[in-house]
């Protein structure tokens, strides 16, 4: 939830701000950003060359949020992104309502497993998209690897290493990552 802030004066010139920040990114990026309206700049967000991104309505950026790859990122409406960093190299899609903690976050192994493939362009193989669900929280310090789903209202545990997918409404935590917890229907 955003604090409000109550006295007007204040309010006009954190308004003021976050229009300057979203024109200057709109004008340094170009197509490759799309910005939703009501954006909160709190921290910086720095994109790579070739990385395409969309930020839906009402997210909230804070600390240093950087994004790499050639690949496209899309964000979804009123979601916390947190100082953390986004590898994609072909799709990495972030739901609605999410609280993305400074973590990794990435679509690929940005090399091939074979030795003598390694120094070469990353394969089909070392890359797939990875889907985070609406409501999901990612804790500090966290890494999500490729091909991962994460479903809806589920929490990855800081610290922890997803490289299976996450059902919905359950934590998991570890590394690998690991069920601790299970939501119920009410909750």
């Given at each position: 939830?955003?604090?409000?802030?109550?006295?007007?004066?204040?309010?006009?010139?954190?308004?003021?701000?976050?229009?300057?920040?979203?024109?200057?990114?709109?004008?340094?990026?170009?197509?490759?950003?799309?910005l939703g309206p009501g954006i909160v700049f709190k921290?910086?967000?720095?994109?790579?060359?070739?990385?395409?991104?969309?930020?839906?309505?009402?997210?909230?950026?804070?600390?240093?949020?950087?994004?790499?790859?050639?690949?496209?990122?899309?964000?979804?409406?009123?979601?916390?992104?947190?100082?953390?960093?986004?590898?994609?190299?072909?799709?990495?899609?972030?739901?609605?309502?999410?609280?993305?903690?400074?973590?990794?976050?990435?679509?690929?192994?940005?090399?091939?497993?074979?030795?003598?493939?390694?120094?070469?362009?990353?394969?089909?193989?070392?890359?797939?998209?990875?889907?985070?669900?609406?409501?999901?929280?990612?804790?500090?310090?966290?890494?999500?690897?490729?091909?991962?789903?994460?479903?809806?209202?589920?929490?990855?545990?800081?610290?922890?290493?997803?490289?299976?997918?996450?059902?919905?409404?359950?934590?998991?935590?570890?590394?690998?990552?690991?069920?601790?917890?299970?939501?119920?229907?009410?909750?």
């Amino acid at each position: 939830m955003v604090r409000k802030i109550e006295n007007p004066v204040l309010r006009a010139g954190a308004l003021l701000l976050f229009a300057c920040r979203r024109a200057w990114l709109t004008v340094r990026y170009g197509r490759r950003l799309q910005l939703g309206p009501g954006i909160v700049f709190k921290g910086r967000l720095v994109l790579g060359r070739g990385v395409r991104v969309s930020i839906g309505a009402n997210c909230r950026i804070g600390k240093r949020v950087l994004i790499t790859g050639r690949g496209q990122v899309t964000i979804g409406h009123d979601t916390f992104l947190n100082g953390c960093w986004i590898g994609c190299d072909q799709k990495v899609d972030i739901g609605s309502f999410c609280l993305i903690s400074d973590c990794d976050v990435v679509d690929t192994d940005f090399h091939n497993l074979p030795p003598r493939l390694r120094h070469e362009p990353a394969v089909a193989q070392a890359i797939a998209p990875v889907h985070i669900g609406d409501n999901v929280w990612v804790g500090a310090r966290s890494i999500v690897l490729k091909g991962v789903t994460i479903g809806d209202h589920s929490v990855v545990g800081a610290g922890t290493v997803v490289r299976e997918n996450v059902a919905p409404r359950v934590v998991v935590a570890g590394n690998p990552a690991a069920v601790v917890k299970q939501f119920r229907d009410d909750e």
